[in-house]
């Protein structure tokens, strides 16, 4: 009678956690859905208020909000109570990590769904959602350490792609970047999509396409990419493409003129005034400042090129080596980033003729950078 017993009060535990986690999965894709809603630099702040209030219950950082400046996070977590007592009780750290690890295989996780949201003049700026499960032992140093898993699933508005401008996968698709970091700090694993405030409604879907079954099935989903699949994919698709690209180089046409523009700190147009060869190594070029497309002036007037960098600058332009894309007289458009507070020019087309064409695409770019407004970057 008792092992009856027992067995019914297991078959509702297991029929409770599951009911729980329906229900908060519900909550998470009536969040999400309603986030797919909206664009940035489009929607209205008064909607995105509307929305705040509504999950006032879950927001955080609740400080002055107004149409002309509101910046809130909306914290959707599952199992709420056990996560407190992991996260800010240590005595009972060790309990819950066995709870939570025996109870897992019956569909008992800790999840974490956290949506950001910014306003600025009357107009939403930034949108952030992230995914943070924390269920299964990845690897034995956790069950020593009493750690869970620790994933981190983000997609976010970014102002520009500055820090990945050199990177093909920007090239193919200039508004959305999926990334994995080479090394996670703290976590077991991660997968970022960022995209600008230009990207398509595919793209967009893409960048938040969360995979919530994840919350409710037997199995743990035990890889990044399982919590967002649609944002794997892009990496997928880009790792495949650029392996049949193997040896190619970013063509330095307008398409580039215009991400550069957009993701450069500091663009220029130059005349080259002379050119010397300083020794077997390195290429001298001074110029004089013609306009100053964004940025502070750099008012450089000696720049050092390696000859490699020149060679692989002149076939990105021209595929040969005969351009003398460092003219004495001729006007070139410079594109710099600033790398360890160094002005530098990171990209294979950090130099390009200022033809019309390009020109024109360059100060299009520099218009669609948001840097400072939507985000940090």
């Known amino acids: 009678m ?14 409770g956690i599951h009911v729980y986690a329906q229900v908060f999965r519900w909550r998470v894709e009536h969040l999400l859905a309603q986030l797919k809603t909206l664009r940035v630099e489009e929607t209205p702040a008064a909607r995105v208020l509307k929305l705040r209030s509504d999950y006032s219950h879950y927001v955080v950082g609740d400080g002055p909000c107004s149409d002309e400046h509101c910046a809130f996070s909306i914290e959707l977590t599952e199992w709420e109570s056990l996560w407190s007592a992991y996260t800010y009780r240590p005595w009972s750290e060790r309990p819950t990590y066995y709870l939570v690890n025996g109870l897992r295989f019956f569909g008992l996780r800790i999840n974490d769904f956290t949506v950001g949201l910014s306003v600025e003049s009357g107009r939403l700026r930034r949108i952030s959602a992230s995914f943070g499960p924390m269920s299964y032992i990845a690897h034995k140093s956790y ?3 009493g750690f869970l898993s620790n994933f981190i699933v983000e997609a976010e508005t970014v102002g520009n792609f500055r820090r990945w401008v050199n990177r093909p996968q920007v090239y193919r698709h200039p508004n959305l970047l999926v990334s994995e970091p080479a090394a996670c700090t703290g976590c077991s694993g991660a997968i970022f999509a960022h995209f600008t405030w230009q990207a398509s409604r595919e793209e967009f ?11 409710t099935r037997f199995y743990d989903c035990r890889t990044p990419e399982e919590f967002l699949p649609t944002a794997a994919q892009v990496l997928k698709e880009d790792a495949d ?4 690209e ?9 398409r580039m003129a215009h991400i550069l ?11 080259f005034k002379n050119i010397n060869q300083h020794d077997d190594r390195f290429t001298v070029a001074d110029y004089d400042l013609v306009k100053v497309l964004k940025g502070a002036p750099l008012n450089l007037r000696d ?14 332009n021209s595929g040969q080596l005969s351009e003398q894309l460092f ?12 790398i360890l507070e160094q002005p530098t020019a990171w990209s294979d087309c950090a130099i390009m003729a200022a033809t019309p064409q390009k020109l024109a695409a360059t100060l299009q770019g520099v218009a669609d950078d948001r840097t400072g407004t939507l985000s940090k970057e």
Request: with cysteine; charged share 25%; hydrophobic share 45%.
């Open 205 to 215: 879907e893409r960048a938040l396409g969360f995979d919530l079954g994840c919350i």
């Open 2 to 15: 008792i092992a009856v017993w027992l067995l019914v009060l297991l078959l509702l535990m297991v029929i």
């Open 261 to 271: 523009g957009r993701d450069s700190d500091f663009v220029e147009v130059v005349r």
């Open 143 to 145: 069950v020593e350490g």
């Open 246 to 254: 193997v040896g190619r180089k970013i063509p330095c046409d307008t």
């Open 241 to 244: 493409k650029q392996a049949g």
């Open 327 to 338: 003219q004495p007289g001729a006007d070139r458009i410079l594109y710099f980033s600033e």
């Open 303 to 316: 720049f050092y090129y390696t000859k490699q960098v020149v060679d692989e600058v002149q076939k990105a």
